[in-house]
């Protein structure tokens, strides 16, 4: 049982270039979320999605895309990298009711020189 | 969006109890109360969750106020793994839900 994947788990970028974090899970989850946590901060919500095809905004949306495609895989996109962007990023994912837990990945850690 | 308002930081002794307190003063009927918490170097991981009873599970015990309005996450004997960052989330059912993690209470537990 996988849970949440995260790839890769660490990376380093030059400002202006782009990338894709990646995020999958196995457990046929509606609901997934990508949050970023600054040092020594709490974690900010980036973009969320409540199905295939329907995501949203969170707090810390600018500087980020998402789409999902498939109930399974929720990549979070930066198109030009700025250094303001360096932090650790955690996805996660649970079933869309109030009452249910969310599980969260081991986290992607990016730095932007 | 309802948010928590928690201390930055408590101490405790091992193998004493430890009660970590949440305000929500603007909940809504319909929020769950979640804990969560965080290891160093660690993704955040579930604790337990509540709406109104109090709640007990292998990890802790969640208090709720009768007003709602605050909650009190206990742990029974604390241990030195219990060290961690705690956060206090109100899950909103209000349309697309929204998961708001504030900047949590960081337990410290001395031997």
């Known amino acids: 049982n996988a849970g949440v994947t995260q790839t890769p788990k660490f990376q380093v970028l030059k400002t202006g270039q782009s990338m894709t974090l990646q995020c999958a899970q196995d457990?046929?989850?509606?609901?997934m979320s990508w949050y970023r946590q600054d040092p020594g901060m709490g974690l900010r919500l980036i973009h969320y999605?409540?199905?295939?095809?329907?995501?949203d905004q969170g707090e810390v949306p600018n500087g980020y895309n998402v789409s999902r495609s498939t109930t399974e895989d929720f990549p979070l996109r930066l198109l030009s990298a700025a250094p303001s962007q360096t932090s650790v990023y955690f996805c996660?994912?649970?079933?869309?009711?109030?009452?249910?837990?969310?599980?969260f990945g081991d986290g992607t850690r990016l730095s932007i020189l | 969006d309802a948010k928590t308002t928690q201390p930055n930081s408590m101490e405790s002794n091992e193998e004493e109890p430890v009660h970590l307190p949440c305000n929500h003063s603007?909940?809504?009927?319909?929020?769950?109360i979640h804990w969560y918490r965080q290891l160093p170097s660690q993704g955040p991981e579930y604790v337990i969750h509540?709406?109104?009873s109090n709640v007990n599970n292998r990890m802790a015990s969640l208090a709720i106020a009768e007003d709602r309005k605050s909650s009190t996450l206990i742990l029974h004997r604390a241990t030195l793994r219990d060290a961690a960052v705690y956060y206090c989330?109100?899950?909103?059912?209000?349309?697309?839900?929204?998961?708001?993690f504030g900047s949590g209470t960081k337990l410290n537990v001395k031997p």
């Open positions: 996660a994912s649970s079933y869309s009711y109030s009452n249910q837990p969310q599980h």
């Open positions: 457990m046929n989850h509606e609901y």
């Open positions: 999605s409540v199905g295939a095809g329907i995501t």
């Open positions: 603007t909940i809504s009927g319909t929020d769950y």
């Open positions: 509540g709406l109104t």
């Open positions: 989330i109100l899950r909103d059912v209000g349309g697309f839900n929204k998961f708001y």
